[in-house]
């Protein structure tokens, strides 16, 4: 029978609504039912394409004993992180700050006013490596809770207390400048990879803000040294086991330093942030690869997350069914030697071995090997190659696919939108420009409904009925802006507009601070509030830059300011950590080189705009179109001069003079230090 869990959105909720837990979603009368009953509250917290959350729900959730003792003595509560992603920050701060780690699936004991007493993340069935049971912790936690309920009660609010009275030292007055990029580019130095790319040891993340920011850095100061780490951190994550080399497109990290093996989950915010990369590195060094890896993205974002109502899907797993009928990690993505034999016969086998570094010892499991390709000046039959993709592809069609997570989260989709729009511009695919456009026509009928306020989620065209948090309201923004400058259609700048507006009166503090929340939302132990970048840029920095951007194309104080303001923290974070404010920095970048306003007085998707487009200079905004029209502040009084396009370039209020030159225009956005 299914549990409380079968009328939600949310694809991992629904994974479990006919477990034999009696589950109930994050909600007011989950805890009411704690408080009538007097038992705790066991929350836990994973998301659709977590391994080790589909493995502890076979082990533990999917156990009717279990079950049976944990619907006796809780109220059992599970919540999808990516719809609430503030409750999720919430408690993961208490995790980690009274184990020194966190991670998902997450297992937090709460009482019925949800103080945390009890933390941890996978437990096991059965006692192991000196972790106790599931059973284990549940007997414990209960025995604890009925015998010693004062010691309970003090520790939970001992917690709560130590969670609140956190302040975030935000920078102060000042915005970053100069010498904290200098430094945070040296602190990046110190921790990249010489050898193999990337930043720090294993498991390797793709560093996509950082990437972002050293191209910024390298268009505004002419750094080679910042090129280069950006250029072959790339090179190396696209020749490596974390890109599809098949089908396109990136999985999560690499377990290894060597971009070898990676967790094979696919997430939409990667592929998106790193299709935008691509195509970035792409306009700094005109490299084939990236070209290449910029467009694959964009088509593997179209052709497997996009949705029937033409949103973004959030993930693919990282396990499906091997050819035993047993669920495996990267069954679907790995091969063996005797599997390429199968396919392609003897001689092109050895050579699809070759090429893609697959051995018989396997450098995966039982085996098998990643598909990569190997980084040496091999001249490679380019045409060969291209069949025997083909062919390996076609096949692996044929195997049981990874389960996708459906929902659309709107920042995730913001980011999206963003680099399709982009990359479709760069490269004249304007089906890609197309897809980002419905994607913005869903979020704005779907997500924005009538107010302007975010949801969170949706699936099927139906809302999940969160609210959105700072990161949607920043990314989503983010996309617009792009997408108004590819389109050249204003009304993306007016969203945008509507969006941050909300920012300004519903998620800014003190001196600058924002927080993940709107100031409405529903109030949970702890205001939610963190402006590190991790795998998808805060939605503090995600926020400040597109204040940033609505500022440069409206010249409104207010946004400045704001952007500003929220800049402190970059000041102070920049220097120390700069591998976890990625975002920040390139939003810095952007501040410091103005950011420029570059006016296109023509027709849109002509020669003059695309110029513009293609400018390197950190954060520029572009508005193009027939300076008749209101839709663009940018275009007010900028006329074509003796009637051909026209380009007017501006930064900290002083215009260049207008020109109808095309390579005049890319001089002045080349953004190289003679340029200035």
């Known amino acids: 029978m299914?549990?409380?869990?079968?009328?939600?959105?949310?694809?991992?909720?629904?994974?479990?609504?006919?477990?034999?837990?009696?589950?109930?979603?994050?909600?007011?009368?989950?805890?009411?039912?704690?408080?009538?009953?007097?038992?705790?509250?066991?929350?836990?917290?994973?998301?659709?394409?977590?391994?080790?959350?589909?493995?502890?729900?076979?082990?533990?959730?999917?156990?009717?004993?279990?079950?049976?003792?944990?619907?006796?003595?809780?109220?059992?509560?599970?919540?999808?992180?990516?719809?609430?992603?503030?409750?999720?920050?919430?408690?993961?701060?208490?995790?980690?700050?009274?184990?020194?780690?966190?991670?998902?699936?997450?297992?937090?004991?709460?009482?019925?006013?949800?103080?945390?007493?009890?933390?941890?993340?996978?437990?096991?069935?059965e006692p192991r490596h000196g972790m106790p049971s599931f059973q284990q912790v549940l007997e414990g936690v209960a025995a604890a809770w009925s015998d010693r309920p004062d010691e309970v009660a003090e520790v939970a609010g001992r917690i709560v207390h130590d969670l609140t009275q956190r302040s975030l030292a935000h920078g102060g007055e000042g915005l970053p400048g100069e010498p904290e990029l200098a430094q945070a580019l040296l602190g990046?130095?110190?921790?990249?990879?010489?050898?193999?790319?990337?930043?720090?040891?294993?498991?390797?993340?793709?560093?996509?803000?950082?990437?972002e920011f050293l191209l910024r850095h390298h268009a505004r100061t002419g750094a080679q040294g910042a090129l280069d780490m950006a250029a072959d951190t790339?090179?190396?994550?696209?020749?490596?086991?974390?890109?599809?080399?098949?089908?396109?497109?990136?999985?999560?990290?690499s377990v290894d330093r060597e971009w070898i093996v990676p967790h094979f989950e696919k997430m939409l915010y990667d592929n998106a942030l790193l299709c935008r990369v691509y195509a970035h590195l792409w306009r700094s060094t005109g490299s084939d690869l990236a070209r290449r890896v910029a467009l694959e993205t964009a088509d593997f974002m179209v052709s497997e997350l996009r949705t029937p109502e033409g949103g973004f899907a959030s993930a693919l797993d990282a396990d499906s069914e091997d050819g035993a009928g047993r669920h495996v990690e990267g069954a679907y993505y790995v091969w063996t030697p005797e599997q390429l034999r199968e396919v392609l016969g003897g001689q092109d086998a050895a050579f699809a071995a070759e090429h893609f570094g697959v051995t018989e010892e396997g450098t995966f499991e039982e085996g098998a090997s990643v598909?990569?390709?190997?980084?040496?000046?091999?001249?490679?039959?380019?045409?060969?190659?291209?069949?025997?993709?083909?062919?390996?592809?076609?096949?692996?069609?044929?195997?049981?696919?990874?389960?996708?997570?459906?929902?659309?989260?709107?920042?995730?989709?913001?980011?999206?939108?963003?680099?399709l729009a982009e990359t479709g511009a760069y490269f004249d695919r304007p089906d890609l420009i197309e897809r980002a456009t419905e994607a913005a026509d869903l979020l704005v009928r779907v997500h924005m409904g009538d107010v302007a306020r975010l949801t969170r989620t949706s699936k099927d065209g139906r809302t999940g009925g969160h609210a959105g948090v700072l990161e949607d309201y920043g990314d989503v923004a983010e996309g617009f802006l792009a997408l108004a400058a590819v389109t050249g259609e204003g009304v993306w700048l007016e969203f945008a507009?509507?969006?941050?507006?909300?920012?300004?009166?519903?998620?800014?503090?003190e001196g600058g601070q924002l927080y993940d929340t709107a100031d409405d939302a529903e109030k949970l132990i702890r205001r939610p509030q963190d402006p590190t970048?991790?795998?998808?840029?805060?939605g503090w920095t995600a926020a400040a830059g597109a204040l940033l951007s609505y500022a440069a194309h409206t010249?409104?104080?207010?946004?400045?300011?704001?952007?500003?303001?929220?800049?402190?923290?970059?000041?102070?974070?920049?220097?120390?950590?700069?591998?976890?404010?990625?975002?920040?920095?390139?939003?810095?970048?952007?501040?410091?080189?103005?950011?420029?306003?570059?006016?296109?007085?023509g027709p849109v998707g002509g020669e003059l705009h695309r110029t513009a487009l293609l400018g390197r200079a950190p954060g520029a905004v572009v508005a193009a179109g027939e300076t008749a029209g209101t839709e663009f502040p940018l275009l007010a009084d900028r006329p074509m001069v003796g009637g051909a396009p026209t380009a007017y370039v501006c930064r900290h209020f002083v215009c260049d003079a207008p020109t109808t030159d095309r390579e005049a225009l890319a001089r002045s956005l080349g953004s190289s230090p003679s340029d200035d």
């Open 2 to 125: 299914p549990n409380r869990l079968d009328r939600e959105t949310s694809p991992y909720l629904l994974q479990h609504a006919d477990n034999p837990v009696d589950w109930w979603p994050w909600s007011p009368e989950a805890f009411e039912e704690a408080r009538r009953r007097n038992v705790p509250v066991l929350l836990s917290v994973g998301y659709a394409s977590c391994h080790w959350c589909h493995v502890m729900a076979h082990e533990s959730f999917e156990d009717d004993r279990v079950a049976a003792y944990l619907n006796e003595h809780f109220v059992p509560v599970k919540v999808d992180r990516e719809e609430r992603p503030d409750v999720d920050a919430v408690y993961m701060e208490a995790v980690q700050a009274a184990t020194g780690q966190g991670g998902w699936p997450m297992t937090v004991f709460l009482t019925a006013d949800a103080e945390p007493f009890y933390f941890g993340t996978y437990f096991p069935p």
């Open 188 to 211: 990046l130095t110190r921790e990249y990879d010489e050898k193999r790319g990337g930043f720090g040891g294993a498991p390797k993340f793709p560093p996509s803000m950082i990437i």
């Open 234 to 253: 790339c090179a190396a994550m696209a020749m490596g086991g974390m890109y599809d080399q098949l089908g396109g497109g990136f999985a999560r990290y």
């Open 371 to 419: 598909l990569r390709l190997a980084r040496t000046g091999t001249v490679v039959d380019a045409d060969r190659a291209a069949d025997v993709r083909a062919k390996l592809l076609a096949a692996r069609e044929l195997r049981p696919r990874p389960g996708r997570d459906d929902k659309v989260v709107a920042a995730w989709n913001g980011l999206a939108i963003a680099a």
């Open 497 to 509: 507009g509507f969006l941050l507006d909300i920012v300004l009166q519903h998620f800014t503090g």
């Open 533 to 538: 970048d991790s795998a998808t840029p805060a």
């Open 555 to 601: 010249g409104s104080e207010a946004h400045r300011t704001a952007a500003e303001g929220a800049l402190g923290v970059v000041k102070a974070l920049g220097p120390r950590v700069p591998r976890f404010i990625g975002w920040g920095l390139a939003v810095a970048e952007a501040l410091l080189d103005g950011p420029r306003e570059v006016a296109v007085a």
